[in-house]
């Protein structure tokens, strides 16, 4: 069984903070891993994705993968309100980034 | 360009019944994949068609059943419903290579009764 595990949360974190969000995932073999957010009654939305180890960054968000430790996180800089949602991992599943596998999520909470 | 569109956005159902659920990709995109959303079971993969084709399919039972149309529009169809199917299904396009991305559309709230 893949599995793609998150903290539930809720994580809290003061605005202007660093909000982590972190994730593992059991199949060796995935090669496409995916940050999506999701806020309460919408449809999840594609924030990041990243395929090699090492940093990939994109404006105040920065997606981390280790794949010797089969871990992926993802950081979000000077956390706005507005960023308050649940942050869904995701991994491609038999190579194939149509099917991934979602891991529960993260919720997190920026307060004012 | 257009995002994915589902329709209908909103329904109930009563257990027993069918349902069937559209989807239409954004232009140019030849795959669409389909998942469910439970608050129990977080989202899973339900399957994948392109080119009219089923790739791959999901853990779930045959009353979930799907197609692709040759314009790339596809429909879902769930039968004899059960109130365990009450979830959000999400329909997600790609241009179809295995290594693209997929985008969701805003998905459809199935209630059943």
């Known amino acids: 069984q893949k599995e793609v595990e998150q903290n539930s949360g809720p994580l809290s974190v003061p605005e202007g903070a660093i909000a982590s969000l972190n994730c593992t995932y059991s199949?060796?073999?995935?090669?496409?891993f995916f940050w999506y957010r999701q806020y309460s009654g919408k449809s999840p939305e594609l924030i990041m994705f990243i395929y090699s180890n090492g940093d990939k960054e994109d404006g105040r968000f920065t997606a981390q993968l280790n794949k010797a430790s089969q871990y992926v996180s993802l950081l979000i800089r000077d956390s706005q309100p507005s960023d308050s949602a649940t942050y869904l991992c995701a991994v491609n599943s038999g190579g194939s980034n149509y099917k991934l596998t979602f891991g529960k999520g993260t919720l997190l909470t920026v307060n004012p | 360009k257009a995002g994915v569109t589902q329709t209908p956005r909103y329904l109930i159902k009563t257990r027993g019944q069918q349902v069937t659920l559209s989807c239409s990709p954004i232009?140019?995109?030849?795959?669409v994949s389909w998942y469910q959303q439970t608050p129990g079971q977080g989202l899973q993969f339900l399957f994948e068609?392109?080119?009219?084709?089923?790739?791959n399919k999901g853990n779930f039972p045959g009353r979930f059943s799907g197609r692709q149309f040759s314009n790339s529009r596809s429909e879902m169809n769930v039968s004899t419903l059960e109130l365990g199917d009450s979830a959000l299904y999400l329909c997600?396009?790609?241009?179809?290579?295995?290594?693209?991305?997929?985008?969701f559309g805003e998905g459809s709230w199935l209630t059943v009764v």
């Open positions: 068609y392109f080119s009219e084709t089923q790739r």
């Open positions: 232009s140019g995109h030849r795959s």
């Open positions: 997600a396009s790609s241009p179809g290579g295995s290594g693209n991305t997929i985008y």
């Open positions: 199949d060796r073999g995935s090669q496409s």
